[in-house]
């Protein structure tokens, strides 16, 4: 297996492995276009699951929490092109290119892109980034491809204009219902604040309120009540549904659940 290389650094990264890779967490922080190159790309939120193959594309919505799995097909390594379009990029496209700020994005968080002669060409003239990423002229010359891509997505669905160019801050959503969705997902509670559009302050007295506990003594009773039904009504094994709850290890899952049902977590 390996590791993803930064093509340019924090905005373009071309990934290789030669067998599956999940991450069981993943914090999607900004707008990210992805292109399979080969193997098969999955992506799981609270909501949807998408999955996509060779020569496909996908725009990921910022501000989302994620399980990401790649898997090598067919006796060829798992293979793509991640493209980051941060905020402060896609603001310097729209002053250069004299693009209004789209209004508040209310549609699908993430987008399967339609291959055309214009993407398709795009992305073979990226390869030779992934060869020669040692190079001096990559990081300047790679700038350019990156706004080359962004007026390419417009072109070929000018409805993204909103998609890709709304700075307003996340709505205050319904909390309640955001963690009943995803407590599971193991990340820090300030990463729950932000997501739920909130100050960490104003998320700790929110939820206060509707939960009548702090969060992360919410989270812990949630993941370890969650187990118990697991493993108690659905016959599943600690070693198979620790991560997935948002535990570190095996340990600390098993040591938590005896201290709050006193007994293992075998039954």
Not at 92 to 109: F, M, V
Not at 118 to 126: R, V
């Amino acid at each position: 297996m390996i590791n993803p290389t930064e093509i340019i650094p924090g905005v373009l990264f071309y990934s290789y492995y030669a067998s599956v890779r999940k991450d069981k967490v993943a914090f999607l922080e900004h707008t990210t276009l992805v292109m399979q190159v080969s193997g098969r790309f999955t992506m799981e939120t609270a909501s949807e699951k998408f999955s996509m193959e060779q020569g496909q594309m996908l725009l990921i919505r910022r501000n989302q929490l994620g399980e990401l799995t790649k898997t090598p097909l067919n006796d060829e390594s798992y293979q793509t092109i991640v493209i980051c379009l941060k905020e402060d990029l896609l603001r310097q496209i729209a002053l250069e290119e004299q693009i209004e700020p789209g209004e508040k994005y209310s549609g699908p968080s993430n987008i399967l892109i339609p291959g055309n002669d214009f993407l398709n060409a795009f992305f073979q003239s990226i390869i030779p980034y992934v060869r020669h990423s040692e190079e001096k002229i990559t990081n300047a010359v790679g700038m350019l491809k990156i706004r080359e891509v962004v007026l390419l997505l417009l072109h070929t669905i000018p409805e993204l204009k909103d998609f890709l160019f709304d700075f307003s801050e996340p709505y205050k959503m319904d909390l309640e219902k955001f963690m009943l969705n995803n407590f599971h997902f193991n990340i820090p509670v300030e990463k729950f604040a932000q997501l739920t559009g909130r100050s960490l302050a104003g998320f700790k007295r929110d939820f206060q309120k509707i939960f009548s506990m702090p969060p992360r003594h919410w989270l812990q009773e949630k993941r370890l009540t969650e187990a118990r039904h697991l493993i108690e009504n659905r016959n599943k094994k600690a070693s198979a549904i620790y991560l997935d709850l948002g535990f570190e290890s095996l340990s600390h899952f098993s040591h938590s659940f005896k201290k709050k049902f006193g007994k293992a977590p075998t039954g």
